[in-house]
Protein backbone atom coordinates (compact mmCIF):
# COMPACT_ATOMS: atom_id res chain seq x y z
CA UNK A 1 0.00 0.00 0.00
CA UNK A 2 1.61 3.25 -0.93
CA UNK A 3 2.17 6.06 1.65
CA UNK A 4 0.10 8.92 1.52
CA UNK A 5 1.43 12.04 0.64
CA UNK A 6 0.91 13.36 4.07
CA UNK A 7 3.03 10.89 6.10
CA UNK A 8 5.46 11.72 3.06
CA UNK A 9 5.65 15.15 3.26
CA UNK A 10 5.80 14.72 7.32
CA UNK A 11 9.23 12.09 6.41
CA UNK A 12 10.48 14.70 4.59
CA UNK A 13 10.21 17.38 6.95
CA UNK A 14 12.14 15.26 9.47
CA UNK A 15 14.77 14.98 7.14
CA UNK A 16 15.35 18.39 7.02
CA UNK A 17 14.88 18.50 11.36
CA UNK A 18 18.51 18.73 11.56
CA UNK A 19 20.57 22.11 12.10
CA UNK A 20 23.54 21.03 10.44
CA UNK A 21 21.59 19.71 7.36
CA UNK A 22 20.16 22.96 7.35
CA UNK A 23 23.20 24.84 7.73
CA UNK A 24 24.83 22.82 4.59
CA UNK A 25 21.78 23.25 2.35
CA UNK A 26 22.41 26.74 3.22
CA UNK A 27 26.04 26.89 2.15
CA UNK A 28 25.61 25.27 -1.09
CA UNK A 29 23.00 27.63 -2.36
CA UNK A 30 25.90 29.75 -3.60
CA UNK A 31 27.36 26.56 -5.24
CA UNK A 32 29.21 23.59 -4.64
CA UNK A 33 31.59 23.26 -2.10
CA UNK A 34 34.36 20.74 -0.65
CA UNK A 35 33.84 18.73 2.37
CA UNK A 36 36.98 20.60 3.71
CA UNK A 37 34.94 23.81 3.21
CA UNK A 38 31.30 22.58 4.70
CA UNK A 39 33.66 21.72 7.75
CA UNK A 40 35.06 24.55 8.54
CA UNK A 41 32.08 26.77 7.81
CA UNK A 42 29.74 24.61 10.44
CA UNK A 43 32.63 23.66 12.67
CA UNK A 44 31.22 20.20 14.04
CA UNK A 45 32.86 16.82 13.75
CA UNK A 46 33.92 15.41 10.77
CA UNK A 47 31.74 12.24 11.70
CA UNK A 48 29.04 14.31 12.26
CA UNK A 49 29.14 16.00 8.55
CA UNK A 50 29.89 13.08 7.66
CA UNK A 51 26.24 11.32 8.98
CA UNK A 52 23.98 14.47 7.52
CA UNK A 53 25.72 14.63 4.00
CA UNK A 54 25.30 10.83 3.93
CA UNK A 55 21.30 11.80 4.88
CA UNK A 56 21.06 14.30 2.67
CA UNK A 57 22.51 12.41 -0.50
CA UNK A 58 20.44 9.55 0.54
CA UNK A 59 17.03 12.01 0.21
CA UNK A 60 18.33 13.57 -3.16
CA UNK A 61 18.70 16.45 -1.96
CA UNK A 62 22.54 17.25 -2.76
CA UNK A 63 25.11 14.99 -4.42
CA UNK A 64 28.62 14.25 -4.24
CA UNK A 65 31.40 14.14 -6.94
CA UNK A 66 35.15 13.38 -6.39
CA UNK A 67 38.27 14.24 -7.63
CA UNK A 68 41.18 12.58 -6.52
CA UNK A 69 40.69 12.82 -2.56
CA UNK A 70 38.37 15.68 -2.67
CA UNK A 71 34.63 15.21 -2.19
CA UNK A 72 32.64 18.15 -3.59
CA UNK A 73 29.32 18.72 -2.47
CA UNK A 74 26.03 20.56 -4.20
CA UNK A 75 22.50 20.79 -4.67
CA UNK A 76 20.81 18.27 -6.35
CA UNK A 77 17.81 20.87 -7.85
CA UNK A 78 17.02 24.55 -7.45
CA UNK A 79 13.97 23.66 -5.65
CA UNK A 80 15.80 23.18 -2.61
CA UNK A 81 16.84 27.30 -2.65
CA UNK A 82 13.42 27.76 -3.02
CA UNK A 83 12.56 25.87 0.10
CA UNK A 84 14.59 27.47 2.19
CA UNK A 85 13.17 30.92 0.68
CA UNK A 86 9.93 30.24 1.68
CA UNK A 87 11.24 29.04 5.55
CA UNK A 88 13.10 32.41 5.76
CA UNK A 89 10.13 34.73 4.57
CA UNK A 90 7.41 31.92 6.83
CA UNK A 91 9.79 32.74 9.68
CA UNK A 92 10.26 36.59 9.17
CA UNK A 93 6.21 36.55 9.50
CA UNK A 94 6.35 34.54 12.57
CA UNK A 95 9.26 36.73 14.30
CA UNK A 96 7.49 40.06 13.66
CA UNK A 97 4.65 38.82 14.59
CA UNK A 98 6.02 37.73 18.38
CA UNK A 99 8.07 41.00 18.13
CA UNK A 100 4.82 43.24 18.10
CA UNK A 101 3.22 40.90 20.45
CA UNK A 102 6.10 41.41 23.26
CA UNK A 103 6.27 45.25 22.64
CA UNK A 104 2.83 44.93 23.32
CA UNK A 105 2.97 43.36 26.12
CA UNK A 106 5.81 45.68 27.51
CA UNK A 107 3.58 48.93 26.84
CA UNK A 108 0.37 47.62 28.02
CA UNK A 109 -0.51 48.74 31.78
CA UNK A 110 -1.02 45.28 33.87
CA UNK A 111 -4.59 44.93 34.51
CA UNK A 112 -6.60 44.44 38.13
Known sequence: MPV???E???????????PVRIRVLELL???????????ADIGV????????LAVL???GLVRATRTGSTVV???A?????????AARRILS????????????LQTTAPGP
Not at 45 to 52: A, D, F, G, K, V
Not at 78 to 85: K, Q, S
Open 4 to 6: PLY
Open 8 to 18: AKADFFKMLGH
Open 29 to 39: QDGPRPVRELL
Open 45 to 52: EPSNLSQQ
Open 57 to 59: RRS
Open 73 to 75: YEL
Open 77 to 85: GGDVADLLA
Open 93 to 104: VLITGQQQLLEE
